[in-house]
């Protein structure tokens, strides 16, 4: 807003950490599912009806992030070769990054409808694409459905917390590092 001409002193590495004091950050995992449950909670997730339910069983047969998945569009998945390819702007890491599809998550992109009107996978109701809001409702709707008809509901039990969707990145690596014997990070292409 050019209150002030110079360089910004904020923007000093450590010039403002002796006045202010470091700052820490209180990192927790989001709450995840164990891998035992995640079929029980598939079976209950495919009963649901609606776009936020089919953008979080995207989400959980990819194991991707959800603002990749409410912002998918049509052209990114290749159907034949069985990929989608996430463009680098929707990447946290800003790097394209190609996630292969699964007989479930073809099943499942086969299943819907493409409205002719928009690019997008995921579209509300009320117009725009879906939100995490919208698919946190789901998560806590089937969490107190299942707890109504006497379970336990899906709760993460070392946090004592309902699952949260980004938590279903941790449920597929925990499967991946306990069930299989890829490894957990992918070498980078060389040449």
Known sequence: MEYRDGDNPAAWKGVLEPILGRVKRNERPHPALPYSEIGAFMTDLRKREGTPARALELIILTATRAGET???KWHEFDMDSRIWT???DRMKMKKEHRVPLSDDAVKLLESMRRNSDSQFLFLSPRGGIVTSHSVSLVIRDM????INAGGKGYIDPKQDEVVSTHGFRSTFRDWAGETTAYQRE?????G
Not at 143 to 146: F, G, L, R, T, W
Not at 186 to 190: H, Q
């Open 70 to 72: 409410f912002q998918a």
């Open 186 to 190: 992918v070498p980078a292409k060389r």
């Open 143 to 146: 969490h107190e459905s299942a």
């Open 86 to 88: 996430i463009p680098a």
